[in-house]
């Protein structure tokens, strides 16, 4: 018998059969096997049903078909196994790859509690450590963040020590920077070791200290090592420059004999 040329209406996986190429050859008849346009007499031809052969070659629609089957089989397998892997490292204890978040802690890809080593898509999330690429509105580390956090940000938090880049419109770091943070508010409670740019520059007078450069509309720091540039410049002591209309400095060791202003126009000058 040559191509069928009538469409096969029910399944085919109701036949005993076999595959050649392009082809599928029935080896046995089925009683499920119902062809559009055949009587069912056809069952009883001869040669018997055990010679009864039929060859079906595939449309390219059907061929089509085949193809996105596998494609879509190969596409849940990878899904599921990523999945697994995904759920490995976070039992075993090693950080995820990838975070993504709409509002912390819930709902967000990886618990609040876990820690990531690559790349957080949030709108708003948090995470224990953190190293890596920040992308997203609003990000919180309660750990340690060690990277570039973050791009498109408003709000970013550190609970610990920032080592890299802050950069949003506030960034707040309860330990110790040590890199860059630039927006326009910069808040640290420890010492910064970098540069701090933006409209305010608040460094806890009480804990920070700063050795480096702030630049901004307001800059203020407990011990400064480097440079203030703004227009209100504040430090308890400085070792540098402050450069601005208002420059303060509450002391200086130097100058026991003869105090000078604590507060000094344009510039001031520490030893």
Avoid at 45 to 65: G, Q, W
Wanted: charged fraction near 15%; charge should be negative; hydrophobic fraction near 40%.
């Amino acid at each position: 018998m040559g191509p069928c040329e009538h469409e096969v209406c029910e399944a085919l996986a109701a036949l005993s059969s076999g595959h050649q190429g392009d082809s599928w050859i029935i080896r046995e008849p089925s009683p499920h096997l119902r062809v559009r346009g055949m009587s069912p007499k056809i069952m009883q031809l001869n040669p018997p049903a055990s010679a009864f052969n039929v060859r079906i070659t595939l449309t390219p629609e059907m061929k089509t078909l085949k193809s996105l089957s596998v494609l879509a089989v190969a596409g849940m397998l990878s899904v599921s196994a990523h999945a697994q892997m995904d759920h490995t490292n976070m039992t075993s204890g090693e950080p995820a790859f990838f975070q993504a978040s709409l509002w912390a802690p819930s709902p967000q890809l990886v618990p609040a509690t876990e820690d990531i080593s690559g790349i957080r898509l949030q709108v708003y999330g948090e995470n224990r450590n953190v190293s890596g690429l920040d992308i997203g509105f609003g990000h919180s580390t309660t750990g340690d963040f060690v990277g570039f956090g973050g791009l498109f940000t408003l709000y970013n938090h550190v609970g610990g020590t920032t080592t890299g880049v802050q950069w949003g419109l506030v960034n707040y770091t309860e330990g110790e920077v040590v890199g860059w943070q630039s927006g326009w508010i910069n808040v640290a409670y420890a010492k910064v070791k970098g540069i701090q740019s933006g409209l305010i520059n608040f460094n806890a007078v009480e804990t920070a200290d700063l050795s480096g450069l702030q630049i901004g509309f307001i800059n203020a720091a407990k011990h400064v090592h480097g440079v203030q540039l703004g227009f209100f410049n504040y430090a308890e002591t400085i070792k540098g420059l402050q450069i601005g209309l208002w420059n303060q400095v509450n002391s200086r060791d130097w100058d026991q004999f003869a105090p000078l202003p604590k507060v000094f126009p344009f510039i001031n000058v520490g030893f």
